[in-house]
């Protein structure tokens, strides 16, 4: 068994085993040092481990468990054991368990036995609950940001494609004729759905656990709301026993970045086919593309189909974290340890592929004539015929059959319905068509129609983008 991430990590238990082992009566067993240690991937959590244990103290000596002086010796060390992890001069030990553990023990080490009493009112279980709070709550944060820059990249190059035609599908079949900018906003319509998620889900991580200690609270009587402000929570876990065993916020996390990434998967889903010879629509950077081990010619959209891979990934570590509460009865269990790496991961991939989505779109180039050659290929237009015989006074459903048999037509005669003289438009059946259908019958005549809210013409583009613009 190895431990991860850190490479100066001491990757061998300790022979004399472990530590708070006061009550034993042997070594903790060499392999379950290793098997119980989550030092390997909880040390990311240094940070907001060290400022968790500042705001304490100062609590403590706000309540007078601490003086002055003892609260300042102990905050002077953590900042210290700060750099040195920073500087990489910490060695993590594995029989120390967890970051906790190793920051405590190193301050001991430092400052001596004033450092032992920063435990004082203390547990590991509401202290590791605060450290992943912090630690989302910052990771929310940059996200957040990053979702913003993707959102203004999308609005600018719908911006420069709200005139672009271009079919609009159902079924994968040409339907009717969109502009590509309004396509574009439909990818931010989502996009600004998930970012909305996270803040929301803001709310929820943001309140601290700290004070609940162990499981019951602490007879110190802590000024919990003090050490809220301290840590810039929003509020507080009111609940000592849900306070240490709760990992919904987390949980909550994974839901919103699954989400974010399956709306991700699904328009890199679209760069992948678009980018085909087949279609063409777009090209894509070719920085953001790699070519084959035998195939000279290829470009192979790797990027987004990574993110449509990595996809997968954040929905398992959503499974993994649904699947880690539900046996769980209160409070604190060594299983919680088993929160961090689905979390981490699921922050990371998260963020990845928005920084690979932030640096591709903005060099995505829209093949505007191979858009446009593609809606008129499509009889994309046979709705506007349609509509334009109701406005002549044939029923619907009239209309939608004499308009089937023109397309017929023209697809034997490999012609556009534009193609089609006015005899032919109207077919045995009708006289009503008359050359005003011509103008129906365009691309752009058609896309200007659909003049209203969250409609594709142009000019509803232009004003979608604006207010999407006051948004971000
Ligand atoms: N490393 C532990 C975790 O991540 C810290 C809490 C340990 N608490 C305990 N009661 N053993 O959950």
Redesign the pocket.
Known sequence: MTIKENPSAQLTPNKKGGSLRGRFSEATDEFVQVFTA?IGF?QRLYREDIAGSIAHATMLQRIGVLTEDECATIVSGLTSIQEEIENGELTWRIEL??V?MNIEHRLIELIGDTGKKLHTGR???DQ?ATDIRLHLRAAIDMLVEQQGRLLTALADLAEANADTIMPGFTHLQAAQPITFGHHLMAWFEMLRRDRERLLDCRKRVNQLPLGAAALAGSPYLPDREFVAELLGFDGICENSLDAVSDRDFAIEFCAAAALSLTHMSRWCEEMVLWASQQFNFITLPDRFCTGSSIMPQKKNPDVPELIRGKTGRVNGQLITLLTLMKGQPLA?N?D??ED?EPLFDAIDTLSNCLTALIGMVPNIQANKAVMLEATLKGFTTATDLADYLVRKNVPFRDAHDLVGKAVQLAASQGKGLEELSIEELNGPDTTVIEPDVYQVLTLHGSVATRDHLGGTAPNQVRQAITRARALI
Do not use: A, L, P
Request: charge should be neutral; aromatic fraction near 8%; charged fraction near 45%.
């Open positions: 989550s909880d368990e967890d906790h547990s590991r279980n590791v604190y060594k919680n340890q961090k």
